[in-house]
């Protein structure tokens, strides 16, 4: 039910059946293994998941770097199937180098994640050096298949570019986020190995991939609580359905692979609204795969909540005890970068109703949405239904709501000024000053904005154009005014009604 403008995730998502399809059956077609089918159809899917960059050329030259990281990675997972000890700290090691490798951006974290998993689809085939060629060659049969779909047959982004996500949030050493979650993760899944392998020597690796991908996308300890609870939600969803679908089947080729299908669908369709439908659907082709494989009956989707459970108290002891960032933290640093924004766009409104044509807002309205997702998200843990701190989620819905009403007027002004009839005036320039006061006021303490809005001095007194535009400047002056009580105020005092 969640909205889709342009029905671009419902495209992504048909593409990536068609990928994910085109891949398995080209390994099919070579005559390799189901091992290798399966490794390539899973190749596929990451390739086409997780490549994110913000051009159609970089997506292209990222999804080429994929086998140069994961290839290693299976060699190494495959060789040391027999011994734990080296097994154990090397995933370790690989789960370390892939989260610190965000630091680098989409690229990084589309690398990181193929490598990830990569290590983990060894563990779930139980694959073996002497198999390494055709996994090798499903790979890159794989990378080949949705590479011409991706960037031939169906390229989406070239029609709909994705937008530019925000820089990550910045610090050093310890501070900066892909140190710290790098340690957070690498200590979430040391817990999540060690309680996997007492629950199951042979299954043990769901728990360190439950664990690894709670911290994929999370940066705060309440996010990641929230998506550790969303993760085992999904779960037992997707076990319910599984007892009901996947064990009657048994295996059977023909409905196992449509089903397959519908689940590749579902991850991609439902990823951005829900992490619990996203998680459930990888729950029933996980079932479906086992039973390709022959090894499903009830008593593996039972092990598969029990090692889920497993990954989840990994991943709450991680953040909660190595170097924890807490929700407030983080989601002031969104709220201080939306709010920069929303100064930075009324500046260069201005500029364009002053007559200066090279001065355009509407990239700072769309970075603006993009900052106040960013924040939703931070916000999320604090908003979520079985959240008991009332006070603290009567103020975030506070926040939020006041947040979307600056979206909307900064929306609306940047509307205006593309409009060649509106002009400036003299009340621009008092509206301006008084929207940066606003923002300047709810900056922390010490803080200083550097870029002030440099909208002339001198103009022509009461144009009829600009009526329009200063009529979303008070509204967006009131909006900041009014962010001042939950933001300036203890997050857990009580609000007191405007």
């Given amino acids: 039910m969640a909205p889709d403008p342009g029905l671009l995730r419902l495209r992504v998502s048909l593409r990536a059946v068609l990928g994910v399809g085109l891949a398995v059956c080209a390994a099919e077609l070579a005559g390799l293994s189901l091992t290798a089918s399966i490794t390539g159809g899973l190749a596929a899917l990451l390739a086409m998941f997780t490549v994110g960059d913000a051009t159609v050329r970089r997506q292209a030259v990222t999804t080429v770097l994929l086998p140069v990281v994961g290839s290693p990675v299976l060699a190494l997972a495959s060789t040391l199937h027999g011994q734990p000890a080296l097994r154990s700290l090397s995933w370790l090691a690989v789960v370390f180098a892939g989260v610190y490798a965000r630091r680098w951006g989409p690229r990084g974290h589309a690398l990181g994640i193929f490598g990830f998993m990569m290590f983990f689809s060894t563990q779930f085939l139980h694959a073996v050096p002497a198999q390494l060629p055709e996994l090798y060659g499903a790979v890159a049969l794989a990378l080949a298949a949705s590479c011409a779909v991706r960037f031939g047959a169906w390229c989406v982004e070239r029609r709909t570019p994705p937008p530019a996500q ?144 497993a990954g989840a108290l990994g991943a709450v002891l991680g953040v909660a005890l190595i170097l924890p960032v807490t929700t407030h933290a983080t989601t002031e640093a969104w709220i201080q970068r939306a709010l920069h924004c929303v100064h930075r766009c009324t500046g260069v409104a201005a500029l364009r109703l002053a007559g200066d044509e090279r001065a355009d807002p509407t990239p700072l309205a769309a970075e603006l949405e993009l900052l106040l997702g960013r924040a939703r998200l931070s916000l999320a843990p604090l908003l979520h239904p079985v959240s008991p701190l009332r006070a603290r989620k009567a103020r975030a819905r506070q926040v939020m709501e006041l947040l979307d009403v600056c979206a909307r007027e900064v929306r609306g002004l940047a509307t205006v000024a593309a409009d060649p009839a509106a002009s400036h005036d003299a009340r621009l320039t008092a509206a301006c000053r008084r929207v940066e006061a606003a923002v300047q006021a709810l900056a922390p303490p010490g803080q200083v904005l550097t870029d002030r809005l440099a909208v002339p001095a001198q103009a022509p007194h009461h144009h009829p154009g600009a009526e329009a535009a200063l009529a979303h400047l008070h509204a967006l002056e009131r909006a900041l005014a009014d962010l001042a009580a939950p933001l300036r105020t203890s997050p857990r005092a009580p609000l007191v009604p405007a």
Avoid at 240 to 266: K, S
Avoid at 288 to 303: E, F, M, Q
Wanted: charged share 10%; hydrophobic share 55%; proline share 6%.
């Fill in 166 to 309: 925000p820089a990550p949030l910045t610090g050093r050493g310890l501070a900066r986020p892909t140190t710290r979650q790098a340690l957070q993760a690498t200590a979430a899944c040391a817990v999540a190995l060690a309680v996997g392998l007492l629950l199951s020597p042979d299954r043990w690796y769901w728990a360190v991939g439950t664990a690894w991908w709670i911290f994929v996308n999370t940066a705060s300890r309440g996010e990641t609580l929230v998506r550790g609870f969303r993760r085992v939600v999904g779960t037992v969803a997707g076990i319910a359905v599984g007892l009901l679908v996947a064990v009657p089947l048994d295996g059977a080729v023909v409905p196992t692979a449509a089903l397959v299908a519908v689940c590749v669908f579902g991850i991609f369709y439902t990823a951005a609204p829900s992490y619990s439908w996203m998680t459930f659907f990888v729950t029933v082709m996980a079932g479906l795969l086992y039973g390709l494989l022959g090894v499903l009956h009830p008593g593996l989707l039972w092990l598969r909540f029990e090692e889920t459970a």
